[in-house]
């Protein structure tokens, strides 16, 4: 079992700046990707980033490439999506989501574990 808390949510301005991490606990390896999605009331949660423990492989939603950075902290076990330029349809609950194996993907049916989620929120 692997555990996923994850934290620094909150309200920002748009165009502003909001660092989310992921702390896993638990049966975690480097056979893991870390994902981060996102949902709004009412809408299914969709992929946002994701990265690969073993080397740090990355992959993006088309709508956050460019604003959003996924990286690791291995010594931490921790995942840290730094979001810049914030728009308010960023606002969404977050969710970070590990799964085993090694393929970056962007399936939400494709990961085995999930945190409790943060509200991020982006005014206008």
């Known amino acids: 079992q692997v555990q996923l808390v994850e934290s620094g949510g909150g309200l920002v301005q748009a165009g502003g700046s909001l660092r989310l991490s992921c702390a896993a606990s638990?049966?975690?390896?480097?056979?893991?990707?870390t994902g981060w999605f996102r949902q709004t009331p009412g809408k299914e949660r969709k992929f946002v980033a994701a990265i690969r423990w073993s080397d740090g492989t990355t992959g993006y939603a088309d709508s956050v490439k460019g604003r959003f950075t996924i990286s690791k902290d291995n010594a931490k076990n921790t995942v840290y999506p730094q979001m810049n330029s914030l728009k308010p349809e960023d606002t969404a609950d977050y969710y970070c989501?590990?799964?085993?194996?090694?393929?970056?993907?962007?399936?939400?049916?494709?990961?085995?574990?999930w945190g409790q989620g943060t509200q991020v929120t982006v005014s206008s």
């Open positions: 638990g049966r975690t390896s480097s056979r893991y990707v």
């Open positions: 989501a590990a799964r085993r194996g090694v393929a970056v993907v962007s399936g939400r049916n494709d990961y085995d574990y």
